[in-house]
């Protein structure tokens, strides 16, 4: 028996990962490093502030007009790195913003993936055999420490993200943020958790009753080899009916958020959101083209709140976009076709034609006009 973290024997090959329309082999390779990011809304193109891919504030270091701060650094790093070394505290200050650019939130990785057994789960893995091997996964910090850690950068005025795939992560990263509450009270943080593959259902309320925003990625809830070969097999029937569990985070009142994982996996949101309404890829074929737990099915308007409303609230970004309404900004986007006119299973075929950030067009399609 191979401990969690090493193919089990019998463990299927990883062939035609490249050639998959929603996640690759980047996302696992990228995600066991550390460097799955998500890319929402705007992203960095033609934006005032970034010179050769690098920040460079406006020369006063302050927004102008009503241009809002849009990008986020997230550090990813142990939250007492060199505090105590050096020791002095973090900087307190909860204005950490130039222009577009905002360094006010600590990414942690509290797990791997599931796919290589490094997502943390509250019950053993399945061997080849489907007996339960000795391996459950690992907890990349110690859950008192994540504990400790998540109150001290709640009380300095972080937002905390929280990379969590399997269950026990899952409630892991809950326990902390609960931890944080009790200590510090209520705050306006918005801590979040993303990914969100296995979720134990005694831990579905806990989202609303914490106001932890869950952060999906609409596009990895669907039928193809990492799923069908790599996880299913390996975690059993009673857990491969708790994936991905939009729809139910949903009605326990959970906000939700929605993003890309970029560039691990498509950016495009639209075949996102096709595959939260279908769970199923864009064409799909065979026995991938069945919905995998249709039940968890988001409506395409649930779908696009995440994406928008979701994803502005979650960026403290609400009160200027997310919603087209009076007094916000111009971030809009052209599309060929009205999404809510087509088929379901025509959404990923929907194209963007412009896209605009505060009236600016920063993008549009070729041979559009």
């Given at each position: 028996?191979?401990?969690?973290?090493?193919?089990?024997?019998?463990?299927?090959?990883?062939?035609?990962?490249?050639?998959?329309?929603?996640?690759?082999?980047?996302?696992?390779?990228?995600?066991?490093?550390?460097?799955?990011?998500?890319?929402?809304?705007?992203?960095?193109?033609?934006?005032?502030?970034?010179?050769?891919?690098?920040?460079?504030?406006?020369?006063?270091?302050?927004?102008?007009?009503?241009?809002?701060?849009?990008?986020?650094?997230?550090?990813?790093?142990?939250?007492?790195?060199?505090?105590?070394?050096?020791?002095?505290?973090?900087?307190?200050?909860?204005?950490?913003?130039?222009?577009?650019?905002?360094?006010?939130?600590?990414?942690?990785?509290?797990?791997?993936?599931?796919?290589?057994?490094?997502?943390?789960?509250?019950?053993?893995?399945?061997?080849?055999?489907?007996?339960?091997?000795?391996?459950?996964?690992?907890?990349?910090?110690?859950?008192?420490?994540?504990?400790?850690?998540?109150?001290?950068?709640?009380?300095?005025?972080?937002?905390?993200?929280?990379?969590?795939?399997?269950?026990?992560?899952?409630?892991?990263?809950?326990?902390?943020?609960?931890?944080?509450?009790?200590?510090?009270?209520?705050?306006?943080?918005?801590?979040?958790?993303?990914?969100?593959?296995?979720?134990?259902?005694?831990?579905?309320?806990?989202?609303?009753?914490?106001?932890?925003?869950?952060?999906?990625?609409?596009?990895?809830a669907a039928h193809e080899p990492q799923m069908d070969q790599l996880t299913i097999p390996f975690v059993g029937p009673?857990?491969?009916?708790?994936?991905?569990?939009?729809?139910?985070?949903?009605?326990?009142?959970?906000?939700?958020?929605?993003?890309?994982?970029?560039?691990?996996?498509?950016?495009?949101?639209?075949?996102?959101?096709?595959?939260?309404?279908?769970?199923?890829?864009?064409?799909?074929?065979?026995?991938?083209?069945?919905?995998?737990?249709?039940?968890?099915?988001?409506?395409?308007?649930?779908?696009?709140?995440?994406?928008?409303?979701?994803?502005?609230?979650?960026?403290?970004?609400?009160?200027?976009?997310?919603?087209?309404?009076?007094?916000?900004?111009?971030?809009?986007?052209?599309?060929?076709?009205?999404?809510?006119?087509?088929?379901?299973?025509?959404?990923?075929?929907?194209?963007?034609?412009?896209?605009?950030?505060?009236?600016?067009?920063?993008?549009?399609?070729?041979?559009?006009?």
């Amino acid at each position: 028996m191979k401990s969690a973290g090493r193919p089990l024997p019998g463990r299927p090959g990883r062939t035609g990962r490249n050639s998959q329309p929603g996640r690759h082999s980047q996302r696992r390779r990228r995600g066991r490093q550390g460097r799955d990011e998500r890319r929402r809304g705007s992203g960095l193109r033609r934006r005032p502030g970034l010179h050769g891919g690098r920040f460079r504030p406006p020369d006063d270091g302050r927004d102008r007009g009503r241009r809002a701060p849009r990008h986020r650094c997230r550090r990813q790093r142990r939250p007492d790195h060199g505090h105590r070394r050096r020791g002095r505290q973090p900087d307190p200050r909860p204005d950490r913003a130039a222009g577009r650019f905002r360094a006010n939130t600590v990414k942690i990785m509290q797990d791997g993936v599931a796919e290589n057994f490094t997502a943390a789960v509250l019950d053993p893995y399945l061997d080849p055999a489907g007996c339960h091997s000795r391996g459950s996964g690992l907890s990349s910090i110690d859950p008192q420490a994540l504990r400790d850690y998540v109150t001290r950068l709640d009380g300095e005025h972080f937002q905390v993200h929280l990379h969590a795939i399997g269950d026990r992560a899952v409630r892991e990263s809950l326990d902390a943020i609960e931890a944080a509450r009790a200590a510090n009270g209520p705050g306006d943080g918005r801590h979040h958790i993303a990914h969100l593959q296995l979720i134990h259902p005694d831990d579905l309320p806990r989202f609303a009753a914490l106001g932890v925003t869950a952060t999906i990625q609409g596009l990895w809830a669907a039928h193809e080899p990492q799923m069908d070969q790599l996880t299913i097999p390996f975690v059993g029937p009673e857990r491969a009916a708790r994936h991905y569990l939009f729809g139910d985070l949903l009605r326990s009142g959970a906000r939700l958020a929605a993003g890309s994982d970029w560039a691990v996996s498509s950016a495009n949101p639209l075949r996102a959101i096709h595959v939260a309404v279908n769970r199923a890829l864009p064409g799909a074929a065979g026995p991938e083209a069945e919905p995998f737990l249709p039940g968890q099915r988001l409506s395409l308007a649930e779908a696009l709140a995440a994406y928008t409303a979701g994803s502005a609230f979650v960026n403290h970004l609400d009160d200027v976009t997310g919603t087209i309404t009076p007094g916000k900004l111009a971030d809009l986007i052209v599309l060929d076709t009205d999404p809510f006119a087509v088929a379901a299973q025509d959404i990923a075929s929907v194209r963007v034609l412009q896209t605009l950030v505060e009236g600016e067009q920063v993008y549009q399609e070729r041979n559009s006009s």
